[in-house]
């Protein structure tokens, strides 16, 4: 017989023997024997419940028993619990070296202290496999929680980390009562934040987290029926968790109790439907702090309007969130009776003031970036603001002062910074102009079909060659913006989207609610709009620039004179298309110069433009032809001698309009069919054989239409802007 398997035979018949002999042993009784011979433990893994006993039997060699410390590395094991036994002399009968009762849930490790035994393999392992709170919360049995439990077992139990260690363990022997909320509500506290780049682990880089974490967790076990109305359960945080009952369910703070009795070997879990915070820690952001407060309503308004919410809602202290750099803030916050008493000084209205073309320099004068708790602020401390100002600050005994001003009240702490109240506005009334010129106010109005604002696209509004405002556009569906203009005045709006701008499109009318310029649903630029003209005007002429492939015109561009003066030159920087309105007066003569030779492909740019009827008049938008100057171009004769309307001319009376409209017209075009145009262009309404009837328009959205009428030998048409 082979030699090897000589011995190996030998030895399974004494090692059996020997788990006879060490089951006989009295002294040695235990749910799980573990057997000590040369240079090993058998078993050396063993899997047990909580509470069973082993017991290690050395039945060969000089051996210990090191539940502590590694012998070959001398890092502790980190074991739920030490144990350990001294050296002892193995018999054939079975030295019991000593009995262990593990009550601890986890995983120990263990080795043999004696000579080189440990390194050359002799360790060991007992899983302890309770089914504790980090089990339950890992699992599928608890409903839709899975983001708490994830965050809690992060912190509280060695469930995802072997090696962390912590006052409490969710995964020990310890007793608890775990409130847990749902996904629905870590979801909403998500959206709170307003950051999209916000994830669910992100919320574990809090820096609070692990101490709000801690109010979730009740020592002891309290099941269901054990809770009362007015208990008061004291949390691992040192606060206490107020019980109350409320329409027959019980809630633990402001958060109801949805689902109970959760069972595990060390504890319970309750389900509930609000995030649990103890006082002390800060609120969501500084923009939640304004929004919550009562006396802060316009500057929360201010705050929107100008296009600083997405930036005060940002969590700069996130770790991971690396794409969101801004922050944190320090906001210096004016109550609404310090904007009243602003506005008032200011000679306007707090509704003018919202529009004011200096609405974002104001709310940027107020921001500062970097936290400054009171603590942090000394006497002669200058912090620079969002406007590139520098705020001086004060401190004496009468308090803390910035630019003069006193802190009412301070440090309102925030996850991304701090908010302190102010009772003033840190800004010069005298430097807000009014709204009112020589030729009235005109209104900007920004529209999103979409509803979800304008995003990144902005719109510069200037006059007479100075920009007073880059608007950036409604934060929803609408917004507006007055501005003063004088007669004489040329105003220009330049409209640069982000991409490709939608359903995004405005309107300006004048201090009469008359239509000044529309850019229809479409993008489009208003380009030399002349204020109070001092001759009739006849209306505005169309200019759309076209690029075949969508990158503009580049260095290349369109001039128009007027008069044989340069009225303007309009650039066309990308997109598919622009358009440019631009007023027309009676008697006016155009030429339009195409400024080429400096664009790659040119063939692939063009032009048209419609008079103020809609009708064409010019067409230098022909595929694979570069587009050529075109002059002497008359839009509108003087009729002011003219009483009858001649057979081309169409009157369109109230424009813009609600909806109902009267057209007056040649009675050339009765019985014609009356079409109603969309701007790009599609026929949306069509009504047939008119008499002249009044026409409802009601039943289509806002924005620029285009009407037109044919007769056998004649086509009219003029725009209708729908309000």
């Keep these: ?95 019991c070296m000593g009995v262990v009762t593990f009550d601890v849930p986890g995983t120990y490790t263990y080795d043999c202290g004696v000579g080189f035994h440990a390194e050359l393999g002799m ?85 609070d987290l692990p101490a709000a974490l801690r109010y979730n967790i009740v020592e002891g076990v309290y099941m269901a029926e054990d809770l009362q109305d007015g208990q008061l359960l004291m949390t691992t945080y040192g606060q206490n968790l107020t019980v109350s009952e409320v329409n027959g369910a019980f809630m633990v703070d402001d958060a109801t109790i949805i689902s109970t009795n959760y069972t595990a070997d060390n504890g319970v879990v309750h389900i509930i439907d ?164 020589t030729c009235g106010t005109w209104t900007l109005n920004m529209y999103d079909d979409d509803g979800d ?51 995004q499109y405005y309107s300006v009318v004048d201090g009469n609610n008359q239509l000044v310029t529309s850019s229809g649903q479409q993008e489009g630029n208003s380009i030399g709009l002349l204020a109070c003209p001092s001759t009739p005007t006849c209306g505005m002429i169309e200019i759309v620039m076209t690029h075949e492939y969508g990158d503009g015109w580049w260095s290349n561009s369109l001039e128009v004179y007027k008069n044989d003066v340069l009225y303007l030159p309009i650039p066309f920087y990308f997109n598919y298309e622009q358009t440019t309105f631009i007023q027309s007066d009676n008697e006016d003569v155009f030429d339009f110069v195409y400024v080429g030779g400096q664009s790659f492909e040119p063939e692939y740019e063009g032009y048209r433009i419609y008079g103020p009827d809609g009708g064409l008049v010019i067409n230098q938008d022909i595929s694979g032809q570069i587009p050529e100057s075109t002059v002497d171009i008359k839009f509108c004769e003087d009729q002011s001698g003219i009483e009858e309307l001649e057979s081309s001319q169409i009157k369109i009376y109230p424009n813009p309009t609600n909806g109902l409209i009267d057209i007056k017209v040649s009675e050339n075009f009765l019985g014609s069919d009356v079409i109603l145009y969309d701007v790009q262009g599609k026929i949306v309404g069509n009504w047939p054989l008119w008499n002249g009837d009044r026409l409802d328009l009601s039943a289509y959205k806002e924005g620029l239409y285009l009407i037109e009428l044919q007769s056998k030998s004649k086509k009219v048409r003029s725009r209708v802007v729908l309000n």
């Excluded at 000089?62 to 001398?74: A, E, L, Q």
């Excluded at 912190?155 to 962390?164: E, F, G, M, Q």
């Design 453 to 503: 604002g304008w995003e990144d696209t902005d719109l510069y509004v200037e006059v007479d060659g100075e920009i007073i405002s880059i608007e950036n556009g409604p934060v929803a569906s609408s917004a507006s913006f007055e501005f003063a203009v004088d007669e004489g005045d040329l105003v220009s709006l330049y409209y640069l989207p982000a991409g490709f701008g939608g359903n």
């Design 123 to 207: 360790t060991g392992t007992i899983n302890v496999d309770g089914f504790s709170l980090s089990d339950l919360m890992a699992s599928n049995t608890l409903p839709e929680s899975f983001q708490s439990g994830y965050a809690l077992n992060s912190y509280y139990s060695n469930y995802i980390d072997p090696n962390a260690t912590n006052d409490i363990n969710l995964n020990g022997a310890e007793p608890y009562t775990v409130f847990l909320p749902n996904d629905a509500a870590v979801d909403g506290i998500r959206d709170d934040f307003g950051d999209p780049e916000i994830s669910q682990f992100d919320f574990l880089g809090f820096i």
């Design 1 to 95: 017989m082979n030699f090897f398997k000589v011995v190996s035979f030998s030895m399974f018949a004494f090692l059996c023997s020997l788990t006879f002999t060490s089951f006989a042993q009295n002294t040695c009784e235990a749910d799980h024997n573990v057997l000590l011979t040369d240079f090993s433990f058998t078993p050396n893994s063993l899997v047990i419940l909580p509470g069973e006993t082993v017991a290690f039997i050395n039945v060969q060699g000089t051996h210990s028993v090191n539940g502590v410390n590694s012998t070959v590395t001398g890092e502790s094991f980190n074991n739920p619990m030490e144990f350990s036994f001294p050296e002892s002399e193995g018999t054939t009968e079975g030295t």
């Design 274 to 437: 609000k995030i649990l915070a103890p006082s002390g820690l800060p609120s969501m952001s500084v923009w939640s702090v304004i929004e919550d407060s009562e006396e802060h309503q316009f500057f929360e308004d201010a705050i929107t309007v100008a296009g600083y919410k997405s930036l005060l809602r940002k969590q700069s202290e996130m770790v991971g969130n690396s794409q969101s750099p801004e922050g944190p803030f320090t906001v210096f916050a004016p109550t609404d009776a310090a904007f009243q008493a602003f506005a008032q000084s200011a000679g306007t209205s707090t509704i003018d003031l919202l529009y004011s073309s200096l609405l974002t320099d104001i709310v940027g004068s107020h921001v500062v970036e970097s936290t400054y708790l009171s603590s942090d602020i000394s006497n002669g401390t200058q912090l620079l603001n969002y406007e590139n100002d520098y705020l001086q600050m004060t401190v004496n005994a009468e308090g803390i002062f910035v630019n003069g001003i006193e802190i009412t009240v301070t440090d309102v702490l925030a996850y991304n910074g701090v908010v302190h109240v102010i009772d003033a506005v840190l800004f010069e009334a005298a430097d807000i102009p009014s709204p009112v010129g």
